[in-house]
């Protein structure tokens, strides 16, 4: 929706002071009713958030569909200050690259030849290690499809993915996963180097920095800075 379209439906909404006005959002909201507030943000001269929020709302739990009853306890995720990976997080990491996974085993993607971007690698709790005690951690690629180079004619993804009984792949709106699960010794591991394939360019995730390739408004603030 164009600015100019929100201004004519709601011409009362009002400017708000927001931390996210630094990175080019212009944050507004207007009251619907006496309970029922509009919140919007527009950036670049589009509406891009559109939120209703009424604090006397009740609304019923709706039951997670992928709950599992067996898992009792839950953890929060957090990313700290950015670490030098010789020092090996206890807990794991994202970005950067993965531990135990060398160049044979690291995926490619079967749309465009490129190697898949490590995501993280996460140390389970016990309850979590679903495949067996003694795979205690998983590390996840993503398939950045908005890379699109030539496809490469030299790289077999196929082959990979039946040879290796610990990798599962995975598809979720739209985008492709790879996740593998390693053992203590793989994830203490040294990090894996991605395979060198012909004729593809070196993917932007592994040319440059984090705060680089995702641009500071999508990296946690410790991150950036």
Not at 68 to 82: F, G, I, R, V
Not at 173 to 196: C, I, K, Q, R, S
Request: aromatic share 12%.
């Amino acid at each position: 929706m164009p600015t100019e379209e929100l201004y004519r439906l709601h011409p009362g909404v009002e400017r708000i002071s927001d931390e996210r006005e630094k990175y080019g959002w212009t944050m507004l909201k207007t009251n619907l009713s006496d309970t029922l507030t509009l919140g919007v943000g527009i950036r670049e001269g589009v509406v891009r958030i559109i939120s209703l929020t009424d604090p006397t709302a009740v609304y019923p739990e709706r039951p997670y569909k992928y709950a599992d009853p067996s898992l009792t306890e839950a953890y929060d995720l957090t990313m700290t200050d950015p670490v030098d990976l010789t020092r090996r997080p206890d807990s794991g990491w994202c970005y950067g690259r993965p531990p135990g996974i060398d160049a044979r085993r690291w995926p490619v993607s079967a749309t465009n030849g490129m190697r898949l971007r490590h995501a993280f690698t996460v140390k389970l709790p016990p309850q979590y290690r679903t495949l067996g005690e003694e795979y205690v951690a998983i590390s996840l690629f993503v398939d950045e499809q908005w890379e699109t180079p030539p496809a490469s004619s030299n790289v077999d993804t196929g082959g990979a993915r039946r040879a290796d009984p610990r990798r599962f792949d995975m598809e979720f709106m739209d985008n492709a996963y790879v996740l593998f699960w390693l053992t203590e010794e793989e994830f203490a591991a040294p990090l894996g180097a991605p395979p060198a394939i012909e004729g593809a360019p070196v993917p932007g995730w592994l040319s440059k920095s984090p705060l680089d390739y995702f641009g500071e408004f999508n990296l946690p603030r410790t991150v950036a800075e």
